[in-house]
């Protein structure tokens, strides 16, 4: 219990020295101070001894209660000023639902609003709090260094650095509450304010562009919102509850309208189709706020909340629903990656794709496919937050998101291209999580065994294909070196510390992760899949010796790509280009006679994958998937 409110108090408290701080090397000291501490309560709680059944922690205070309530009508009212003042009229209306509800609740329901237990802790709440507590304060004090040059090379823009620090620890600390809640009014409260927190952030920049997709990013996780607490006032009222535990004991034909509505809070909250766009516009935030909420942690509730609801969704209408909407969203997002320049665009349009996965998973609610949830949650965020952080730090030298700029990168900045590649290769390469993760969701397909299981893995199967495209093409195109004058590599030295730092450590959790994949799935995953299934779920042991004979091959990667990159020699081959070589500046003659010049472009194939073509199909597939969901709810 202890360690539990510790974990909520060290951001808060981080938070609240902000305004006194007045240089970066202050607030370098304060991040990395913060990071420690925070990542020291979380390596706690791997320590503690954590029984079959979560640990209860009844943390009963009617002045919580008061002040959850007092958070609520504050956050609401704060909503509404702002809505009225950019004359958003449809988030003021959702916001005044939401909050009447809640009223309604207190005012006529307030004593059945008091859990026995208000948190709770078991395995998959600590794997979330590691991502949370590490993966998160790692992102501060990468924010230190990015934040300066972000300023620096943006001086139209506001400088309130301050203000995006205090945001980003209190979201920390809503998030921390979140994944410990177990009365689901507070979980409300702590999923509206991470909504508030990503208004706040992707509107940073105050321009009109910041400020819609800001107000777009509201709307839609403010619909999430009004649907999780329609779930909440019927619980409440119809079975007398507002506990985690009791709901999910509850039989899932009982509750068919609850989890319906909490599901539909999910599928918003983790940007599936037909409520993406809302994701793929945060990208004008600042990448730190990309990185933690719009990646690694705040998109992650929305897979946390359906995968702690995947025994009632199992076998289903609801859970196949809900599968669907996933697969799409795996799918469409997949292919239009493809068609993207704009790294942070490929990241977004990534990000929406392996979420949908984990909601897939959640749908099914197998034991393999929460297995595979958990994983892919767990590799994701660590990845994920890599490669968004990097392409902020590549962005700041070169200019410039566009991937096509970032040829000869390993030659200019060596180390970050480095780290770059474990990101890209934890994606998508075996032995990497993510790919083993995939295998796994793909196994627990086939074994459905029905014609929702061979749906999902089409799906699966060429969503994973256009992945293995997209990230390849990244990938070639850093470590590509062009056959021309070299630019010199000296650009990691004008990368702060506090960035590199990160990265690095990164890079190696990355690695160590894929290592202890076996311990992690003995220890945390495997017991909690098997108290949440009733069956003794375990991974072959057989597969952990192949794991660890494939992840010893690629510890050196970096090492490998730094050495060639010092090592490699620049000559003109007089190899075979379908046609006879004439200059040293990639020039030959074509079959036909013709002049013509090597080109190191991607291929993106537009006409095909682009937006255009696919996300409004996408998005009417979701719209479907989700009225046939609610549909069934109420027949």
Known sequence: MEIVLFLFIAPVLAAVIQPAIRTIRSRSIAAVGSAIVISGGVIALFFLDIKESPAFFTAHSNAVNMAVLAGEILLSVYVVITGLKHKRYLAVLLMLAQIAIILGLELFYGDRLSAAHNLFLDRFSIIMAFIIGIIGSLIMVYACGYMKDFHTQHPEVRDRSSFFFIVCYLFLASMFVLVFANNLVWLHFCWELTTLASFLLIGYADTDEAVNNAFTALTMNLLGGLAFAGGIAYLCVAHGIVELDRLLAMNKYSVVLPVVLLSLAGITKSAQLPFSGWLLGAMVAPTPSSALLHSSTMVKAGVYLLLRLSPLLAHTLTGSMVTLVGGASFLVASL???????????????????????????????????????????????????????????????????????????????????????????????????????????????????????????????????????????????????????????????????????????AVLTVVLCLAFPLISQLLVEPYVSRISGIDYGIARGNYVIMGIMVSMLIALPVIIIRLQRHAQFVMSDGYTSGHTVSSDRHYIGSLGIDRKISMKNIYMKEYFGEKKIFAAGTAAGILFIIAMVAGALI
Request: aromatic share 8%; with cysteine.
């Open 336 to 506: 239009i990656a493809v068609s993207q320049r704009n790294a942070k665009w490929v990241l977004a349009y990534s990000t929406v794709a392996n979420l949908g996965l984990i909601v897939a998973c959640a749908g099914i609610g197998s034991a393999g496919t929460l297995w595979a949830g958990i994983f892919l949650i767990l590799f994701h965020a660590v990845a994920k937050s890599l490669l968004f952080q990097s392409v902020g730090t590549v962005e700041h030298r070169l200019h410039s998101r566009d991937i096509e700029d970032m040829d000869n990168l390993i030659n200019r900045m060596p180390r970050v291209t480095a780290m770059m590649v474990v990101g890209i290769s934890g994606m998508f390469l075996a032995p990497f999580g993510m790919l083993i993760s995939k295998w796994a969701a793909l196994k627990a397909f086939i074994d459905i065994d029905s014609m929702l299981g061979l749906v999902l893995i089409v799906l699966l199967s060429y969503g994973s294909a256009a992945t293995l495209f997209f990230w390849t093409k990244w990938m070639g195109k850093i470590i590509s070196m062009k056959n021309k004058k070299i630019e010199s590599g000296n650009m990691d030295a004008a990368v702060s510390r506090q960035e590199l730092s990160s990265e690095s450590i990164h």
